[in-house]
């Protein structure tokens, strides 16, 4: 349940931080137009490299104006040191790193003295705060540094390592690991090798400080090869960036070992646990994009084994977080938590601990220390999971991908060298724990090469995607997609993954909705109906089924003499008690009903047409109105263009669809294609429309109590939706019917038992067969209706006399005439010949011969022939289908197409490559991380699949490849 509020809290964070990052964007190219990036420039090229409040002021302009990752301001800074070749700013900046403060022994034992009372208060004091600014300064310093190549701007990444055609050069990647070496080495100092002058009082504020300036640094290095940058990779993996990494890995199994078992120091604790993870990332970012057997895979496992007794006891801290998560910490903390506060006593949650018998005394104990850390009789688990167990097992997954990237990517001797981890009892349990969590999918990466991307699958999430009905979905779209054309597979397969993610994302807000308590009454109604959406079908089902069964002893009485009509009668009153009760609960279940599709329905209907709709915008043939883009107008395809652009306009739109910044986007793009007139037709995307900017129209002031005409556009265009939609179509009708059957006449119930059809998957099959060629058989009917009516010209105009029947003439009119051939020519065995009178002995003999032989061959034997052979064939069609998908499913990779006896020829073949390696799952999974992450997040391989996903360009899926087989060897 934490987990659906976590995903809907995501959810609605993203769509604000999507346009606060807009409204940054735009903030920040203003003051950079009016020469704020050249005056950071001139202020850090003059200064000598010494620090002043002046450059530190600067520095700090220089991070809210890049902060977001800004590429204007960022090419605005790379222009400005293109420009000027004799510039000092690196040169200085260099300076300032290599001048940075490391908070070595020297400054512990000046705040806090090796003896107590040997430093002044005042001057203690002093001391600290110098100190506070000079990390203050080290920390913006860096972050100004990685804020340089936020996204992965390679350009400027290349150009921290070397600047071409400069006339003074500096490397400052090298320049930030020898400042992290220096740090190293001063913590190192501090809290490993001289434990004791770490014990003073003020010994936490200055591990803090180390401990910031660390996950800084990482994060700037990280930033450097992210993309990937394989310059920056290579330059830092020859560097002694592999020596700091051994004195942190010491650091970090001491103070893991030194504060894991107490609890005054978790917050410290997790902060050390922040910058090992941010470690981890770093030493991931340096994998992007390699090859099998590649060097920095070989420095990187060396550099592991090297340190094997600290990473050891790292891998033993993990494996003992995941034990008390896999047997059952929540769960006991969950059974005494009656009240759902939040909050248990000790000796209760000591008491489940004992029950559940998965806990050893020594790991009760533990888990108590650390749990009640203020030790007032109050356990919160929920914050004890977000201080201790959430940092651990983030950090234990981010080491697992580790592990698995670099045995994937490394020599066999190499992965002889690994196993130590892998196969010890602490490697084993952690990938065992994390083995359902490790989402895997293969891209092709930008420099055309398969590449293997790893992220999170959140357990709540993927037991939500196991659920029934959307498994029946996938089962459905996998039965239906175009598995010819690889591109509209591909379009296909990422439309269903949206759709699914949002109907996840949907479900989980609903179920979050319904548990709380205090709901506006709308709200309320609205998860009530949801929530038995399903138990309100089968109930109008079985009302249906019961009042049609009562319309059977439904008879007339009276023979309708003296002008009498008879009347319509059951054969009890009881009966007819009966009737009138169950309708009216009938037709409350059908208000059920058409609400919960406001509710459920019409969400995810909005959804697809706002997706639909912000494509159709990136088509510049679609923003012109092209008649070949839009369809025909007489087309519903073509309707609905046409009544998509009636809202591209508004501010409204999109509402539901993810990316709020389609207008924008489609905007930039038309005017890159030279649209005319897509200012207007698309509005603007970051103020109110041109209408309601200027000053309103006097019929619009007599209005004032109607809502904005962006909400008035947005609102009218959803009525269209659900006038063109047939579902919504076929939900009004049923409760239409339902009200006439209690007001007007049970009989009209009986529309409703064709509802079988829609709850029946097999039915549906049946009339999947009648409408899968309904285009065809529609013009079919249409011709035979045509030729029926040229029959019926010659009829009414030379043999009309052959059409009376005991005095009754049936063809008196043409429409009369009409009627009769459609109605008992059709339905006749030999035709229309059989139905009016001989022509033997009249002058008309031979023409009749003709008349109704024709009329039999062409309408009876062909075109009826035709019609039941549409229908037939598309048995035959869909069976041959459903035949193939299963054959293509066994035979054939779903994401790359490549067949299984190419794959057969490789290791664990086939069943490991669809079922690990191609998963469709893991990139449904894989699409859900990208949208949920924050852009600024995402790794190089993550951003380059987000930014052609943003584009519909799905080049990124491995056609016909795979990360087993080398091209060379397939080829």
């Not at 330059?235 to 070992?257: H, K, V």
């Not at 539901?656 to 910044?661: F, G």
């Amino acid at each position: 349940d934490d987990d659906d509020d976590d995903d809907e809290g995501s959810m609605e964070a993203q769509q604000r931080g999507q346009e606060i990052q807009r409204l940054r964007e735009s903030r920040q190219s203003y003051l950079c137009e009016r020469k704020a990036a050249q005056m950071v420039f001139q202020v850090i090229s003059e200064s000598d490299g010494v620090l002043s409040p002046v450059v530190h002021r600067s520095i700090k302009l220089a991070i809210s104006l890049l902060n977001g990752g800004n590429t204007t301001v960022q090419q605005t800074f790379l222009n400005l040191l293109q420009g000027e070749k004799s510039s000092r700013f690196f040169p200085n900046l260099q300076q300032l790193i290599s001048e940075c403060t490391v908070v070595d022994l020297d400054h512990l034992r000046r705040i806090a003295g090796v003896k107590p009372g040997v430093t002044p208060l005042l001057e203690q004091q002093r001391a600290l705060d110098e100190i506070r600014e000079d990390v203050n300064f080290v920390c913006d310093l860096f972050r100004f540094l990685q804020l340089l190549c936020e996204g992965h701007f390679e350009d400027f990444q290349n150009y921290l390592r070397v600047q071409p055609g400069s006339n003074v050069t500096a490397n400052i990647v090298i320049d930030c690991v020898d400042y992290l070496l220096r740090l190293q080495e001063s913590i190192a100092d501090m809290f490993v090798h001289e434990p004791d002058g770490a014990d003073s009082p003020s010994s936490n504020d200055i591990l803090n400080s180390s401990i910031r300036i660390g996950a800084q640094v990482f994060r700037t290095l990280t930033e450097y090869m992210q993309g990937p940058c394989e310059g920056n990779q290579d330059c830092l993996a020859q560097s002694r960036l592999w020596d700091a990494m051994n004195g942190f890995f010491l650091f970090f199994a001491e103070m893991q070992s030194r504060l894991s078992r107490d609890p005054s120091q978790i917050e410290l604790l997790k902060e050390i646990r922040e910058m090992l993870n941010e470690m981890f990332t770093m030493l991931l970012s340096m994998l992007e994009g390699k090859d099998k057997g590649n060097r920095v895979a070989r420095q990187m496992i060396r550099t592991l084994v090297d340190s094997r007794v600290h990473v050891d006891v790292l891998l033993a801290q993990f494996h003992s977080v995941i034990k008390l998560c896999d047997r059952g910490l929540r769960e006991a903390f969950t059974a005494y938590d009656v009240n759902n506060d939040g909050f248990v006593s000790p000796r209760e949650l000591e008491g489940a601990m004992m029950k559940q018998r998965n806990f050893t005394q020594k790991e009760i104990g533990d888990v108590l220390e650390m749990i009640d850390e203020n030790g007032d009789g109050k356990v919160d688990f929920e914050e004890f999971s977000s201080r201790f167990l959430a940092p651990s097992l983030e950090i234990g997954f981010n080491f697992v991908v580790l592990l698995t990237q670099l045995h994937q990517l490394s020599d066999p001797k190499s992965q002889s060298e690994l196993e130590v981890f892998i196969e010890a009892k602490s490697g084993r349990a952690l990938l065992q724990h994390f083995k359902d969590e490790l989402g895997t999918v293969e891209i092709t990466g930008k420099n055309d090469r398969i590449e293997r991307v790893y992220f999170h699958i959140d357990p709540a999430k993927r037991r939500q995607w196991e659920s029934q009905h959307l498994q029946e979905n996938k089962e459905r779209f996998l039965n239906t997609v175009e598995r010819e054309n690889p591109k509209v597979k591909q379009n296909e397969f990422v439309d269903f993954c949206e759709d699914m993610i949002y109907e996840m994302r949907f479900s989980a807000s609903l179920l979050r909705e319904s548990k709380t308590g205090d709901l506006p009454w709308t709200q309320w109604v609205s998860s009530l109906t949801a929530r038995y959406h399903h138990s309100a079908r089968i109930a109008a089902f079985l009302l249906t089924a019961a009042l049609n069964v009562l319309l059977l002893t439904f008879e007339f009485h009276g023979d309708g003499e003296e002008g009498g009509a008879p009347e319509l009668l059951t054969t009890s009153m009881d009966v007819q008690r009966i009737i009138m009760v169950l309708s009216v609960i009938h037709s409350l279940v059908s208000v059920v009903l058409l609400a919960s599709f406001f509710t459920l329905k019409l969400p995810m209907l909005l959804f697809k047409r706002e997706k639909q709709v912000s494509r159709a915008m990136l088509d510049p043939d679609w923003l012109r109105g092209d008649e070949e883009a839009l369809d025909s107008l007489f087309s519903i395809d073509g309707l609905r263009n046409r009544w998509d652009r009636t809202v591209i306009s508004s501010s409204q739109f999109p509402s539901y669809y993810h990316n709020r910044a389609a207008r924008a986007e489609a905007l930039e793009q038309a005017q890159a294609n030279g649209v005319e007139g897509a200012a207007e037709l698309l509005g603007s995307p970051d103020a109110p429309e041109d209408g309601e900017r200027q000053s309103p129209s006097r019929l619009r002031r007599m209005l004032w109590f109607l809502p904005a005409d962006s909400v008035l556009k947005y609102n009218g265009w959803l009525l269209g939706v659900l006038a063109m939609d047939y579902s919504f179509l076929y939900m009004l009708a049923y409760f239409l019917l339902s009200i006439l059957g209690t007001t007007v006449s049970p009989f009209f119930f009986g529309a409703h038992i064709l509802d079988i059809a829609l709850q029946n998957p097999i039915l549906q099959s049946v009339l999947q067969s009648v409408t899968h060629n309904g285009r065809q058989l529609f013009f079919t009917l249409s011709f035979m209706a045509c030729v029926v009516y040229i029959y019926t010209l010659f009829a009414f105009n030379f043999f009309q006399s052959f059409y009376t029947e005991d005095e009754e003439k049936r063809c008196e009119s043409m429409f009369e005439c009409y009627v009769f051939h459609l109605h008992t020519g059709l339905r006749a065995g030999g035709g229309i010949g059989d139905e009016i009178e001989p022509s033997i002995g009249t002058p008309y003999e031979a023409y009749r011969f003709v008349f109704d032989l024709t009329f039999f061959f062409f309408v009876i034997v062909i075109l009826l022939a035709i019609v039941q052979g549409l229908i037939i064939d598309s048995f035959g069609e869909l069976r041959d289908q459903l035949e193939a998908v299963k054959n293509d499913n066994e035979t054939k990779c779903f994401v790359c197409g490549m067949e299984r006896k190419e794959l057969e020829n490789i290791p664990h073949g086939f069943k490991l490559h669809i079922e690990e390696e191609h998963n469709p799952d893991h990139y449904m999974f894989f699409f859900m991380h990208l949208l949920e992450k924050p852009e600024t997040e995402h790794t190089g391989q993550e951003s380059f699949v987000f930014k052609l996903y943003k584009q519909c360009k799905y080049t990124f899926f491995p056609l016909g490849r795979c990360f087993r087989i080398p091209e060379k060897e397939k080829e």
